[in-house]
């Protein structure tokens, strides 16, 4: 029975839902702002609905990718520049996504600290929705999760979940074939994998976040959290015009692990590391390290982030029309008869 006096509350454990439901009122016009055909309900509800018909598919097949930013987290907390790990977010998952031949259609954040500062989530969540308006993607729903002892204090995590669509019959990647040519689309630095080893390479320098960035303009943190770039609706406008057999994501692995997963059975890639020029954070860390080449190519984009491989007589249309959509294009290569990855020239 009720004395009439206030016991514990949630507070009291650490937890405000007040402070949530600010955040939620806060991202509303920034969810708004990712809205497309199919979109159907706003944020707040215990579901999120889309509709495929919508969208404009009649037979369609979804495609489901997740992921994370990994420990670049650790820099932006650190630095306090987090408005742009959101950005890293949609496109770890959507650029998985269109390898498969697939539209992003839609997303879903889930944002986990152990107490949660509204300005800090909310400027996270707000790149989130950056990256969702760059692929064309809605940001349909996500959660907040405020768990008191789980993390230290500013610390938070983030996971991704996207989901797309294509017309049966049409994903990737279909008839790779010897003769392709691997057209290879710069990237915006490392992206977000390898940063454990990036983290150990700065400290091997002595060198702290805010000391002058040795390869750019800025500081050293900030060109570290240069965001991954987004190869969403420049990589479907190739598919659409034909002449695209395969699409790989230039994440951890590098392009050494990563090219042969969308190659079949005897078939590998043979690449010329002249086609293109080493971009200078790659270069510095190359040099602070003592890496060796080959750890290079398995472990960073090396400045190459997708890999289109299409027919052979299609390369100058599509590298043409991928140069039209801002793409810097690199032609890297052919697929040849054998398997993995073998590489002429060097760095």
Not at 264 to 283: H, K, N, R, T, Y
Not at 326 to 334: D, I, K, S
Request: glycine content about 16%; overall charge negative.
């Amino acid at each position: 029975m009720s004395d009439g006096k206030n016991g514990i509350t949630y507070a009291d454990a650490g937890v405000d839902i007040d402070a949530g439901n600010a955040l939620v009122d806060r991202i509303k016009p920034a969810a708004k702002r990712t809205g497309r055909p199919g979109t159907m309900s706003a944020l707040g509800g215990f579901g999120a609905l889309f509709d495929l018909k919508g969208a404009g598919y009649t037979d369609p097949v979804l495609v489901a990718a997740t992921d994370g930013v990994g420990t670049k987290l650790r820099i932006a907390i650190d630095t306090g520049h987090v408005d742009g790990v959101g950005i890293d977010l949609v496109a770890m998952c959507v650029n998985d996504l269109v390898c498969q031949g697939a539209e992003p259609l839609f997303f879903l954040d889930y944002f986990a600290t152990g107490k949660l500062d509204t300005d800090s989530a909310a400027r996270v969540i707000e790149g989130i929705a950056e990256g969702c308006v760059r692929a064309g993607c809605a940001l349909i729903g996500g959660e907040t999760a405020e768990m008191p002892g789980m993390y230290p204090a500013g610390d938070f995590d983030l996971a991704g979940f996207a989901v797309g669509a294509m017309e049966r019959g049409t994903d990737l990647p279909a008839g790779v074939a010897q003769g392709d040519v691997l057209l290879g689309l710069a990237s915006d630095g490392v992206h977000s994998n390898g940063y454990s080893l990036v983290r150990k390479l700065v400290e091997v320098s002595g060198l702290g976040w805010d000391a002058d960035c040795p390869w750019a303009d800025g500081s050293l943190g900030e060109n570290l959290l240069t965001p991954t770039r987004l190869y969403v609706r420049q990589t479907l406008a190739a598919i659409r015009a034909g002449g695209v057999h395969a699409l790989a994501h230039i994440t951890g692995g590098g392009l050494t692990e990563n090219l042969p997963r969308v190659l079949p059975e005897g078939l590998g890639a043979q690449i010329d590391l002249g086609a293109w020029d080493l971009p200078g954070v790659f270069s510095w860390m190359r040099g602070v390290g003592g890496m060796a080449e080959a750890e290079m190519l398995k472990t960073f984009n090396c400045g190459i982030g997708m890999i289109v491989v299409v027919a052979a007589d299609r390369a100058d249309a599509l590298a043409q029309l991928l140069a039209d959509e801002r793409e810097t294009v690199h032609r890297l290569g052919t697929v040849v008869a054998g398997q993995g990855v073998s590489y002429t020239g060097a760095l």
